[in-house]
């Protein structure tokens, strides 16, 4: 079973609220990833955890934090996001880095 | 800087037909590489895979070929059915870090 859990499918949020996209993973996987996706494009890394700890991170603007809360867990918190930043927003997870598999992502409209 | 590419945007196949979507890519450390494939309001969805020592990987109704000598990466599709229709997407991964690097995407369209 290689299954990424992404919640909420959509969320629509104004320019000053704060809102969390959530993602779990039960694979026992150590790396969980978010990506963007603007339509037509390929997905865009943002930032890379492995082993709860960040290791990567793609000069995301802060209005955009990440959380691992433990190895099963990844948060983005968002805050403060403008109209450009609407994009599909994609977690996913892999065992030893290679193989990387992905949630459906979370629709998210700025308004 | 390094990149991975692809030579069609849309590729409009019959029923039936094989379908055969290319890739290149520049970075001649990429030792790993990966076909995704993206329905239309979905996340991406693993296919096959090949490691840099291979040139030949099969699967079930799809195999991928691998040139190290020209980079290039090929995602094979035998008897491509409706439900085929999707967005694919090479990637490639170095062992330099826990990060794939996306192709562009092709479109594949299949005309009942």
């Known amino acids: 079973d290689t299954e990424v859990t992404q919640t909420p499918k959509h969320l629509v949020m104004g320019m000053t609220n704060k809102k969390s996209l959530k993602c779990e993973q039960h694979m026992g996987h150590r790396a969980m990833y978010w990506y963007k996706q603007k339509a037509k494009k390929p997905p865009e890394l943002m930032f890379v955890y492995s082993y709860e700890k960040l290791s990567i991170n793609e000069s995301v603007p802060s209005r955009f934090s990440p959380e691992c809360p433990n190895s099963s867990l990844l948060n983005l918190h968002l805050h403060a996001l403008q109209p450009e930043d609407s994009a599909l927003y994609l977690c996913?997870?892999?065992?030893?880095?290679?193989?990387?598999?992905f949630g459906e992502g979370s629709w998210l409209t700025v308004v | 800087g390094e990149s991975v590419g692809l030579h069609l945007p849309t590729l409009s196949v019959q029923e039936g037909d094989n379908s055969i979507i290319n890739c290149a890519y520049s970075?001649?450390?990429?030792?790993?590489f990966i076909w995704y494939k993206q329905e239309s309001g979905k996340g991406p969805q693993f296919i096959i895979d090949?490691?840099?020592?291979?040139d030949k990987r099969q699967g079930q109704r799809v195999t991928v070929l691998l040139n190290k000598t020209v980079k290039h990466l090929s995602l094979q599709i035998a008897a491509t059915q409706p439900g085929d229709s999707a967005v694919y997407f090479c990637a490639e991964n170095s062992n330099a870090g826990n990060m794939l690097t996306f192709g562009g995407g092709t479109r594949l369209m299949v005309k009942p």
């Open positions: 090949i490691r840099s020592n291979m």
């Open positions: 996913a997870s892999s065992l030893r880095g290679d193989t990387i598999y």
């Open positions: 970075n001649s450390a990429s030792d790993y």
